[in-house]
């Protein structure tokens, strides 16, 4: 879709307060405050009463604090009932009170003239993939808080971290993370055998063709919300993570090392499982072997194995407790 941009007669106002990651809840948000990312620096000049957001889970932050998004990404990942709600917004909404603002449609990218027909003061999208031409056109609109380094490897915390700070709500940001961290404690106190068990997110694999693994590195924030959970890291998945990428991926002729993986994760179907445990290498790995293997379904647990701010509550005691029965069968 074509915007003519300069006809919003939008525009962020410059210079003053830096903001950066080491800025925490401990100091009074000031505006105008500047928020610096991996794509420039964005500057706010006023606490902003409307916000839009884009990309996956943003519009949680300004709803878990109390805040209506005047538009916001439909879900386009486990929606079981196709109404561009996953269940934790739509509950979180109803908690509020609040219809369901305006759905973005990204199946093709950023809608910008539906972004802009928002009227948004500020544009939340710090856990994205972004690109530079993406946020130039975005800020055409509005001041747009994107990713503090790269796309969609902001964790859960930071997300909360820039995505408050551009509402202005740096303090109750730093108060939501510890709460959520609280009841994280809570439930994987249930279940000690989690201690000292690795894991492992195993991506993409093909029923009918497993010469290949695929798995997430610490890149990507599902595997990183592991280490939330009590679990350690593999030596496979610690040395894929060290150039930066996303995934790492190997012949299954190497399987052996993945000998120190205790739970493998991984979305798909009894199928797939039974194709795994007959394929004479991959059964050789202690966790097909053990059967300690959590498949997660194209529905809202399996969406929320990736962590966002309203999510993590929504699935901590279903997906903690598919974790601990894994574990229990490597014992």
């Known amino acids: 879709?074509?915007?003519?941009?300069?006809?919003?007669?939008?525009?962020?106002?410059?210079?003053?307060?830096?903001?950066?990651?080491?800025?925490?809840?401990?100091?009074?948000?000031?505006?105008?405050?500047?928020?610096?990312?991996?794509?420039?620096?964005?500057?706010?000049?006023?606490?902003?009463?409307?916000?839009?957001?884009?990309?996956?889970?943003?519009?949680?932050?300004?709803?878990?604090?109390?805040?209506?998004?005047?538009?916001?990404?439909?879900?386009?990942?486990?929606?079981?009932?196709?109404?561009?709600?996953?269940?934790?917004?739509?509950?979180?909404?109803?908690?509020?009170?609040?219809?369901?603002?305006?759905?973005?449609?990204?199946?093709?990218?950023?809608?910008?003239?539906?972004?802009?027909?928002?009227?948004?003061?500020?544009?939340?999208?710090?856990?994205?993939?972004?690109?530079?031409?993406?946020?130039?056109?975005?800020?055409?609109?509005?001041?747009?808080?994107?990713?503090?380094?790269a796309p969609w490897s902001t964790d859960w915390r930071e997300m909360i971290r820039f995505d408050s700070a551009g509402l202005g709500l740096a303090q109750e940001g730093e108060t939501l993370i510890a709460d959520i961290e609280r009841k994280i404690d809570i439930e994987v106190a249930k279940y000690p055998e989690l201690k000292g068990k690795t894991a492992m997110f195993v991506t993409h694999l093909d029923a009918h063709d497993l010469s290949i693994v695929n798995f997430y590195t610490t890149q990507d924030t599902r595997v990183r919300f592991f280490a939330d959970l009590g679990l350690d890291m593999p030596k496979s998945v610690t040395e894929a993570s060290s150039n930066g990428s996303f995934a790492g991926s190997i012949s299954a002729e190497q399987i052996d090392l993945f000998d120190d993986v205790d739970i493998l994760v991984t979305y798909g179907d009894r199928g797939l499982l039974e194709a795994m445990k007959a394929n004479p290498l991959l059964a050789h790995m202690p966790a097909v072997k053990h059967d300690a293997i959590v498949m997660l379904g194209r529905d809202p647990v399996g969406t929320a194995a990736n962590p966002t701010p309203l999510s993590i509550t929504w699935v901590l005691p279903a997906y903690v407790a598919m974790l601990a029965e894994a574990a229990r069968k490597t014992e």
């Open 1 to 149: 879709m074509r915007i003519n941009l300069h006809h919003l007669g939008l525009a962020a106002a410059l210079l003053c307060l830096s903001w950066t990651t080491s800025v925490r809840a401990a100091e009074q948000t000031r505006f105008p405050l500047d928020i610096s990312h991996a794509l420039g620096k964005t500057t706010i000049a006023a606490k902003p009463t409307r916000v839009a957001t884009v990309a996956w889970a943003n519009h949680e932050v300004p709803l878990a604090l109390g805040a209506i998004p005047v538009g916001m990404a439909a879900a386009n990942f486990g929606d079981d009932d196709g109404d561009g709600l996953l269940p934790w917004v739509a509950e979180r909404l109803k908690e509020l009170g609040a219809a369901p603002p305006p759905l973005f449609d990204e199946g093709d990218g950023i809608d910008f003239e539906a972004v802009a027909g928002t009227q948004p003061e500020v544009i939340l999208a710090a856990y994205s993939g972004l690109s530079q031409s993406d946020y130039d056109t975005l800020s055409q609109i509005a001041p747009v808080v994107a990713y503090p380094q």
